[in-house]
């Protein structure tokens, strides 16, 4: 079964600083997806960056930045110049498609908090 | 506002009371997709919807709890019974085919 690691509860950082959220999955696929989302506080759940997994190429998204290691299974999520509204819970996340059903499989999310 | 839509926000109830919560989700969007998140955790998914058909359900989802999307548009998930462990935030989600997914804002249930 596939599974997604987050072993960091919470992180904080300084505003204007670089911050790298950690994250390991296990599956014994080739071809799957993975993703970032952010959750604000009392906010919906949205996508900060993808993943292929047949693309060597780390996906960037402005100050967003993946650090994708395919045979380690880790999918770091680096975030520069930090900002305030940067703070949130984020959420690493495998995608399974079974049946036309895409079924996210997410961590157990890490808490950042961004310092002024 | 065109994203998903969810009601209410937030329910408090007694055990044993029925609750239902409603998901509309983006209008051109053929899949929809609950989840239930409990506090500290990541999201589990519920169950799935292609247009009008429910595909798939999750182990998680017991007999008390019942989902439809009637004509395909938009979506309710009721609860019976309600035990205190049912207590979480229901996030709805629609997808085109696919593609990415949008959530809403979620639904929080407290069962006293």
């Known amino acids: 079964a596939q599974t997604v690691t987050q072993s960091q509860p919470e992180m904080s950082v300084q505003e204007a600083e670089t911050v790298t959220l950690s994250c390991t999955y296990d599956?014994?696929?080739?071809?799957?997806?993975l993703f970032w989302y952010k959750q604000p506080p009392s906010r919906q759940m949205i996508l900060v960056i993808r993943?292929?997994?047949?693309?060597?190429q780390n996906a960037t998204e402005n100050r967003f930045s993946v650090n994708f290691q395919k045979a380690a299974k880790s999918f770091s999520l680096k975030i520069s110049d930090s900002q305030l509204g940067d703070a949130a819970m984020y959420f690493c996340a495998y995608r399974l498609i079974i049946q036309g059903a895409q079924k996210l499989v997410f961590g157990q999310g890490t808490r950042l908090t961004i310092n002024p | 506002d065109t994203g998903v839509s969810q009601n209410p926000r937030h329910k408090i109830t007694k055990r044993g009371q029925n609750v239902t919560f409603r998901c509309d989700p983006i209008s051109e969007h053929n899949r929809l997709y609950w989840y239930r998140q409990t506090l500290g955790q990541g999201p589990e998914f519920l169950t799935y919807?292609?247009?009008?058909?429910?595909?798939?359900k999750s182990r998680l989802l017991s007999d008390r709890f019942s989902a439809e999307r009637p004509k395909g548009s938009f979506s309710t998930l009721e609860i019976q019974r309600t035990e205190q462990g049912d207590s979480a935030m229901y996030l709805c989600?629609?997808?085109?085919?696919?593609?990415?997914?949008?959530f809403g804002e979620g639904s929080r249930l407290t069962v006293l």
């Open positions: 993943q292929e997994a047949y693309k060597q």
């Open positions: 919807f292609q247009n009008e058909a429910q595909l798939e």
């Open positions: 989600a629609s997808s085109y085919y696919t593609g990415e997914l949008f």
């Open positions: 599956t014994s696929e080739s071809d799957y997806y």
